[in-house]
């Protein structure tokens, strides 16, 4: 329990710090943690205990964030999106990004066919599934959002 408990903490503290950054009001940082805490918590339980892959677990997660921002921001009285995509970036995988990254350069450095065309599929193996768990993670956090116009859209108000 205390690393499922760590990782939102971590979440959300990350969330606060993309939230400084991207123009959030302060008062509202609290409101970007916990929509942190959710999505990302959300995907690290359904990833880790009930074995289920990083795709879809990022599009559940990012669809917890989704529905949530909408009373949260209701609360304190920000924009959903101002909210929401703060929460979001702490889900980015990371580490899907550097190995595609790491394969690029490595492309450019091997000269056997053998190597490079591993090396190629790693690329594409990683940036694909980059790509994928990106793109779902904004439609996740985005539907929601469009679905609910009139509550996110007055929650300003």
């Given at each position: 329990m205390l690393p499922f408990i760590e990782d939102c903490l971590f979440a959300s503290i990350a969330a606060i710090g993309f939230g400084s950054i991207s123009n959030v009001p302060v008062k509202a940082f609290t409101g970007c943690?916990?929509?942190?805490?959710?999505g990302h918590g959300t995907r690290t339980l359904l990833t880790g205990h009930l074995d289920i892959g990083i795709i879809p677990a990022s599009l559940v997660g990012s669809l917890i964030i989704g529905l949530l921002s909408i009373p949260v921001a209701s609360h304190w009285k920000a924009p959903a999106e101002s909210m929401s995509f703060p929460a979001l970036l702490p889900m980015i995988p990371g580490m899907y990004a550097y190995r595609?990254?790491?394969?690029?350069i490595a492309?450019?450095?091997?000269?056997?066919?053998?190597?490079?065309?591993?090396q190629l599929y790693l690329l594409n193996y990683n940036g694909l599934i980059c790509c994928t768990?990106?793109?779902?993670?904004?439609?996740?956090?985005t539907v929601p959002i469009f679905c609910f116009k009139r509550y996110s859209f007055s929650a300003t108000r």
């Open positions: 943690a916990i929509l942190a805490a959710a595609a990254i790491q394969a690029l492309c450019l450095q091997h000269s056997s066919e053998t190597d490079f065309m591993h768990i990106i793109l779902l993670m904004f439609l996740g956090v």
